[in-house]
């Protein structure tokens, strides 16, 4: 510190230069909107159209997850086998290096493929979870007076591909309209005629597309491997493919099909405001830098579209840019208000401009070049820990102003300048460091976190911390060596009425120790006792919560894209006739559709979006047959559960190795909560998201004995039902025509109109030339089919739902009470876990986190201290700090999410700061020879003043995180985190001024009296 003092320019010149540096570094870091690290998961997600759960289970996901379980690394495995799909998710062990899972798994899954229904091929994606699903980095819609068709051909050949090659872009695609392809539409009449089956034609196809290797040829002293292949040159070629005799005459394409260039069949379509659009999906490589990205896109995007018909219109449906300059810029405000209320408060208190301009800066001194070390490191910034900077503004100005207000109280007591730094800074130094050490020591337990924590919180960990230790740095040399240009004349201290005022408070305290332990206990209890009734606890914090409508839309299995869109259109109808402004971005795949609307502020922040919702809500009763889900802007939403799914509030999932058992013990349970008559809707699901998706399935049961009378191939049987239902014959891979490769399909005209009676009425003919009819062969069984079959680390899964008719913690009290007096057989268990609540796995990490961060923070104290009882004096402000906690979120009717803990854990190492001054400050009189009450009195007295003002600035620092709601998806991130730190400081500030000084003057009492018992004991002892 003293060559700091003495070389003031020197010092100023060091730190100006770290400050350009940390211009340099936050202009270089990469700024995301969300936390983008890799997820110790995988997804193996198979698709089989058309196959029920039942089927997808036994056949697929049984395969997968055997398999699966013996990739090294895996801690967990969960599957979904759905309506024609399996989706199976790996949870690794968070050591294990992803990149080689990765390759092991495919491996694996590459075994079983030859096991796997035909043309049945799992694909392998990383898994994010839902909270870590953001936007696409950028989102276009492209529309004009065009066809879908050719507005798609255009931007994948002008654009795809060229936007594809910007550096930093991983991948671009282009959703809406289909590609070109081949139409074959069989003549039914003439298949029958000539007894053709269908899947013959696709054979015959793919033998042609085919290139047939023949074997080595020489040519001189060369070997070349010879093929041999039958290529089609255009429509006409393809017509004169060979599909079969009939007697001496060749049968060709051209005589059993018509063949036309066509588009495929559109299996999504995107609309904005009811106008059609081509969606240009664009996203970035991990780690690349957002802004700057943006900008290089959107130049190339201008380029490209000179290429363009200009009538083209390009809309931004999404631009992650845009919400990040948007959120930067919220909390440059945030950051502004909050360093500006800190410099009043600081001012006010100083009395003095230069002094306050010179405490204030340490805070823009410790954030920038903590961007230094966040550059050196390679970490990338985003929305959290950028807001958790902008959090600890108060705590960095603290160790600063304790420092400067030490130098001021020497210089106020008739000290030199210099002497003044010196000296004011040296005799701070112990607390100022043990109040650092503890504060980043919270931090060390993040290290240990895994999952969801891991990811959102040790960036902010090692923010933070760096943040810490540059503070301290900043308080111990820039400080003291500015100080003395900046003090004036000291003036001796009269003394104050104020002064004899607080020795008598402290001293009533004192000669009342009994009573003051108490009443604190007492007001613990209560508070704790109020809060666990009133204050939903353990939820999991939302990333977004934007101030939107969703109409979600699931027509029943099988449905055409043409039905679906009916349905939507109407909903459309509903919204676009508004006069408002609004958009509406519409979505729709045959089976589903949602439209997210969206307002401007001024429209979002009126009356209107409710009423809209009302009407939407109203015209969704006139469906029925048809899942629809109405929600957005306030909590109540509006869900039909007829062949769709049915969200409800309360659900406990259970667990098993036998799905009937399993069932049997839901439907119990379901059977008792019945009987409630606060219990409205009740619900079992397979499906971990506690959804229900009824459906039908009909089972075509074959004779065998009538098959064998017919002699009828039972697989050529199935073929040609396939084929008549779903439209399309077989598989036929690509194929090159006239210079571009297409898709060649072959589809019946008339299957879109089958119905079970026309398909059980329908003529086929043998080999041998005798028709027969499929329904006297066959019968046909129907029998309702689950939406969805789950299992965890292969047990099954069933979820039961209810809805509680009452306030939402009575139900959640109600939903434990049920949990708690559940009684299962061996090989069954529940959980109450789900993805918006925290896992029993994460409140132990976080259980943990908070311990550890006690241990640390009491051996920090020891080894400083040279002490096991005084730690225990300043841990005291842990447990009186819970009581403001309790008492904030009541008041604030917040609920205690997973933020809301990661406070409770900082405040742990923000609140003994306090008691550290106080416990020190009271050490240095006794040292001074004080007698015991007099250090107590005096001690507490005179560190009222910085107490107050470390206080205030840190309260203040976090207030407008929680008060000025610039954006709601921030307000959710932030506003637990804070209100615990908020709630907890004031507590703590206010009781430790009570609770310390009589603990630590009954607690020097008790030892002086342990240490004379034990000296009377060892005297006795040796004259024993």
């Given amino acids: 510190m003293k060559v700091f003092i003495e070389r003031p320019i020197a010092t100023a010149m060091l730190f100006l230069a ?53 990739v090294k690394g895996v801690r967990k495995i969960e599957s979904s086998s759905g309506n024609g799909r399996s989706v199976v998710t790996l949870e690794f062990d968070p050591k294990v290096n992803m990149e080689f ?13 030859e096991e796997l229904p035909e043309h049945v091929k799992p694909r392998i994606e990383p898994f994010v979870p839902e909270e870590f699903q953001v936007e696409p980095f950028l989102k276009y819609t492209i529309s004009g007076d065009y066809s879908l068709h050719q507005l798609r051909k255009m931007v994948k050949e002008k654009i795809e591909m060229k936007i594809g090659s910007v550096k930093g872009i991983s991948s671009v695609s282009v959703t809406g309209g289909a590609e070109p392809e081949i139409g074959i539409t069989l003549i039914e009449d003439q298949l029958k005629a000539l007894n053709i089956p269908p899947f013959l034609v696709s054979y015959r196809i793919q033998q042609r597309i085919r290139t047939y290797p023949a074997g080595k040829i020489e040519k001189g002293s060369q070997e070349f491997l010879f093929k041999v292949s039958d290529p089609i040159t255009d429509i006409h070629d393809l017509g004169e493919t060979i599909i079969t005799r009939s007697g001496e005459n060749i049968i060709r394409l051209k005589d059993i099909a018509e063949i036309n260039p066509t588009y495929g069949e559109i299996r999504y379509i995107n609309r904005i405001n009811g106008q059609p659009t081509i969606t240009l999906t664009i996203h970035k490589e991990k780690g690349t ?118 130098i001021l109280r020497k210089r106020e007591q008739g000290l030199s300048k210099k002497e003044a730094a010196v000296s004011g800074s040296k005799e701070v130094f112990l607390p100022v460091l043990a109040a650092t050490l503890t504060t980043m020591s919270v931090f060390f337990a993040f290290a240990y976190f895994q999952g969801r924590l891991k990811i959102y919180y040790l960036p902010l960990a090692i923010v933070m911390t760096s943040a810490l230790a540059t503070s301290l740095l900043v308080s111990f040399s820039l400080i003291p060596a500015l100080s003395p240009r900046l003090l004036k004349r000291g003036k001796k201290q009269k003394p104050k009425k104020s002064k004899k005022t607080c020795d008598k408070i402290f001293r009533f305290l004192i000669r009342h120790p009994l009573e ?50 009916e349905v939507v259109k109407s909903f459309e109808q509903k919204i676009l006739t508004k006069n408002y402004e609004k958009k509406a971005d519409t979505t729709l795949t045959p089976e589903h559709a949602q439209i997210l609307i969206s307002f401007p502020l001024e429209i979002e922040t009126s009356y209107r979006p409710y009423v809209l919702k009302e ?35 309360s659900r406990i999932k259970f667990f098993g190795y036998n799905l009937k058992k399993l069932n049997n013990i839901t439907l119990n349970l379901e059977r008792m909560l019945k009987k409630n008559p606060r219990i409205k809707d009740t619900q079992i699901s397979s499906s971990r998201w506690g959804w229900r998706l009824e459906s039908f399935e009909y089972i075509l049961k074959i004779s065998k004995d009538k098959i064998k009378k017919y002699n009828v191939d039972p697989e ?43 398909l059980q009425d329908m003529m086929f003919r043998t080999q041998e030339g005798e028709f027969f009819r499929l329904g006297d062969i066959t019968e046909v069984e129907e029998r309702p089919i689950t939406g969805s079959i789950d299992r965890e680390d292969q047990q099954f899964q069933q979820t039961l739902a209810w809805e509680f008719r009452g306030p939402y913690k009575a139900a959640e009290n109600y939903r434990e009470s049920v949990f708690n007096n559940l009684s299962l057989p061996p090989g069954f268990s529940a959980t109450l876990e789900g993805t918006r609540w925290m896992t029993e796995e994460e409140k132990g990490q976080i259980t943990f986190a908070i311990i550890f961060s006690i241990i640390i923070i009491f051996m920090i104290l020891s080894s400083l201290y040279e002490s096991l009882i005084q730690p225990f004096f300043i841990l005291l402000a842990v447990p009186l700090a819970l009581i403001g906690v309790f008492v904030a979120f009541i008041v604030a009717d917040f609920a205690f999410d997973s933020a809301a803990y990661v406070g409770v854990i900082l405040l742990g190492g923000i609140v003994v700061n306090n008691s550290i001054l106080l416990v020190d400050h009271i050490n240095l009189k006794r040292k001074k020879g004080l007698p015991l009450l007099e250090a107590v009195l005096q001690g507490t007295r005179e560190r009222i003043r910085p107490i107050f003002l470390t206080t205030s600035t840190t309260v203040l620092g976090m207030l407008p995180m929680i008060l000025i709601q610039v954006e709601v998806g921030r307000t959710k991130i932030w506003s637990t985190l804070a209100l615990s730190a908020v709630g907890g400081l004031i507590s703590s500030t206010l009781f430790i001024l009570i609770a310390i000084p009589v603990f630590y003057y009954y607690g020097d009492h008790i030892k002086t009296w342990i240490k004379q018992k034990s000296m009377e004991i060892k005297e006795a002892w040796r004259q024993f």
């Fill in 716 to 758: 050529y049987l199935y073929f040609h039902i396939r084929s008549l239902i779903q439209g399309r014959v077989g598989t036929v891979p690509k194929a090159k025509i006239s210079g571009q490769e297409m898709d060649i399909s072959i589809k019946f005209p008339q299957s879109r109109s089958i119905e079970l009676k026309d």
């Fill in 516 to 565: 003051v332990i108490l009443v604190l206990a007492a007001i613990f209890y209560g508070t704790y006792k109020w809060f666990r009734s009133e204050v939903t606890i353990g939820e999991w914090m939302s990333w977004y919560s934007k101030q939107r409508l969703y109409v979600s839309i699931t027509m029943p299995a099988g449905t055409d894209i043409e039905q679906t869109d």
């Fill in 615 to 649: 009407e939407l809500i109203q015209h969704a009763t006139n469906y029925a047959g048809v899942g629809i889900g109405i929600y957005g802007f306030d909590p109540q939403s509006y869900h039909t559960s007829v062949s769709s799914y049915s969200y409800l509030g």
């Fill in 101 to 113: 899972a990765h390759l092991s798994l495919t491996e694996k899954i590459a075994e079983i493929e």
């Fill in 289 to 406: 830098s957002t802004l700057k990205l943006v900008h290089k896109v959107k130049n190339k995007l201008q380029e490209l579209k000179k290429e363009l018909p200009s009538d083209l219109v390009f809309r931004t449906l999404n631009d992650e840019s845009e919400e990040i300059q948007e959120n930067l810029r919220d909390l440059y405000i945030v950051v502004a208000i909050i360093i500006t209320v800190i410099f009043i408060l600081v001012f006010l208190v100083l009395r003095n401009f230069k002094p306050s301009l010179l405490v204030i800066s340490s805070v823009v001194f410790s954030i920038l070049i903590t961007f230094n070390l966040i550059y050196l490191f390679d970490i990338s910034l985003n929305m959290l820990t950028l807001g958790g900077l902008a959090l600890g503004i108060g705590l960095f100005v603290d160790n600063s102003i304790v420092v400067f207000e030490n």
């Fill in 18 to 70: 770290l400050l350009m540096l940390g211009i340099y570094s936050y202009l270089n870091i990469p700024i995301e909107l969300a936390p983008k690290e890799e997820y110790p998961e995988l997804n193996i997600i198979t698709s089989w159209p058309g196959v029920p759960p039942e089927i997808i289970q036994t056949q697929i996901s049984s395969y997968i997850e055997e398999k699966a379980s013996t």
